[in-house]
Every structure is written in structure tokens, then in C-alpha cells.
């Protein structure tokens, strides 16, 4: 294909990253065939090698919550890719269904351009509010999205296209079982704290009782000695999350601090629940740090 003096051509089948590929152009029976002006004549050959497109086709790393029991107010899950992903709206390639395999009717807030952080590696999937809280208006008219004991798929398209304009190397689906709501504020009096030894790398593990928002944690959970904050990665799971340090721990006293506005999968923070019945008491004191040792 010749467009506006670039000639293109576009193979049947997709090279082989295997072998080496030689080209051949014909300059003289191009510019007779083009009406290119003046230039090069003659024959060049070139010698061409291909990546493997396959291994490099964008894939989706991970999903969460990874869990498969949900809470029926879960608010929100998070889908990472290995490339940036382009500018289709993503609600195109996107569905849930339920046992039955039928399609839920706009479960999520759809924006067309998405919730993407900068890298366009992990999107969120906000499940509509409104018909999550009791007693408002979408949550009357529509219903609530899951219901309790039943099982739904989210299913993600293999014809969604990354940044480069390929599609993702195949289709994803996670199935999941609906449980009750979690309707309660963040108690991490309830927590429990596994306390390495001085002199060793081994993880903080904390035992939450309930799915916290991963993408929160690493930002809004931290911990702190007397020098400052302990620099380490977080290694997520379901109920359970380690703190694994940079350098091994000193002997002595340390924190936990969590931001009071830490949510877990349905929303509620430290300070409040996501969802509260009319009348109900919310005044209790909030704690939002653990205090212990290292020996």
C-alpha cells in the first residue's frame, strides 16, 4: 500500500522471530507503478528480524479482590495489565453475568475514558454506589447489584486493545460467590500482629479478619521506628498481609500506623461505615495505630 510516499505492506501471516527475513525492492518498477518524484533506483535488499509479537502481547497480571467470596457490598476491583492499555472506553470489553449467564444491568459508574491510574497498567471498576447504600434513590429504582448466594462472573474481552492497538493475548474471567454485606467501620483493635525477631528480615504479618482495598494499603499503612518510617514492600493477600523490611530489624519499640481512611472492599474506613442504618451509633473511639517491640 502506497499513501502520501510511504509504502507499507502488511503480511498475510505474521513473521516468524525464528528465522531472518530478506526484502526486496524494486525502486525502478516502484517509481514506474507510483509516479514517485526522482529518487533511489535500482534493487536493495534488506535483511529483517522480528520480535516474538506473541510473547509481547499485553496480559492481565492480576485481579482483585483475589478472593472468590465477595461480600454483597463490595465496592470496587482493581484489574492490572503488563502494558499500557489504549483509549478505548472500557465498559465495551467489560461484562458480569450471573449463574444463569445473563448480563447485569450497569452494575458499575461507567466513565468512558476509565479509572486508570498514570500508567494505564491498572484500571478500576467502581460498583455503583447508589445501588450499593441502602435507601437512596438507584439502590430503590435498580436494586442491588449481587445478590446473597449466587455466584457471578466478570468476564474481560481477549478484542480489547493495549496501547500499541493489540489485543490482549487472551480473555479473562474470574467467578465469584456472593456472601453477606460488611456493614462495619475498621476496627484494628481486631487485627493481629505476628512479630518478627530483631536481626532478621522476617515479615510483620498482620491477620485483618476482613479484605482491606489493596491498593490502599501500600500508601496508607506504614511502619514507623524511632529513626522514622521502616522503609519495606507489602506482600497482599485475602485476610492476611506481611510487611517484609528492606534491612533486617533493630531491636526496639515500634508502630503501625494506619490512615483512619483506609477502606476495606466495601468501603468502610477506620472513622465510619460505608453504609449506615438510620439511628445506628457511630461514636466509638477509633484507634489507628499498634504499638509493639522487637527483641
Not at 7 to 34: E, G, M, Y
Not at 179 to 191: G, P, Y
Not at 287 to 294: A, G, K, N
Amino acid at each position: 500500500m502506497i499513501s502520501d510516499s510511504v509504502f507499507t505492506f502488511k503480511p498475510r501471516f505474521l513473521p516468524d522471530p525464528k528465522l531472518v527475513h530478506t526484502a526486496f525492492i524494486d525502486f525502478d518498477a516502484l517509481n514506474r507503478i507510483s509516479d514517485l518524484p526522482g529518487g533511489k533506483s535500482g534493487l536493495e535488499v534488506f535483511e529483517l528480524a522480528f520480535d516474538s509479537m506473541a510473547d509481547n502481547l499485553t496480559y492481565i497480571t492480576s485481579f482483585f479482590p483475589t478472593a472468590d467470596t465477595l461480600p454483597s457490598n463490595v465496592l470496587r476491583c482493581y484489574v492490572y495489565f503488563s502494558n499500557a492499555m489504549g483509549l478505548d472506553d472500557p465498559y465495551d470489553h467489560i461484562k458480569v453475568t450471573d449463574s444463569k449467564g445473563e448480563p447485569l444491568t450497569e452494575p458499575f459508574v461507567e466513565i468512558p475514558e476509565g479509572l486508570w491510574d498514570e500508567s494505564r497498567t491498572r484500571l478500576t471498576l467502581l460498583f455503583h454506589p447508589g445501588r450499593i447504600k441502602r435507601g437512596v434513590g438507584p439502590n430503590m429504582s435498580k436494586g442491588e447489584i449481587f445478590k446473597e448466594k449466587e455466584t457471578y462472573t466478570i468476564e474481560l474481552s481477549q478484542g480489547w486493545v493495549d496501547g500499541q492497538g493489540r489485543p490482549l493475548k487472551q480473555r479473562f474471567s474470574k467467578t465469584f460467590f456472593i456472601d453477606k454485606a460488611e456493614r462495619n467501620s475498621i476496627n484494628i483493635e481486631e487485627w493481629a500482629v505476628n512479630i518478627p525477631y530483631a536481626q532478621t528480615k522476617e515479615a510483620l504479618a498482620l491477620k485483618t479478619g476482613r479484605m482491606l482495598d489493596q491498593a490502599l494499603i501500600r500508601r496508607m499503612v506504614k511502619v514507623y521506628s524511632e529513626e522514622g518510617i521502616v522503609p519495606g514492600n507489602w506482600s497482599l493477600g485475602t485476610f492476611f498481609h506481611s510487611f517484609i523490611p528492606e534491612y533486617p530489624w533493630g531491636a526496639g519499640d515500634y508502630i503501625l500506623k494506619v490512615d483512619p481512611r483506609l477502606e476495606d472492599v466495601s468501603g468502610n474506613t477506620l472513622l465510619s461505615a460505608f453504609d449506615v442504618e438510620t439511628g445506628a451509633i457511630t461514636n466509638r473511639q477509633i484507634v489507628s495505630s499498634i504499638e509493639f517491640s522487637i527483641e
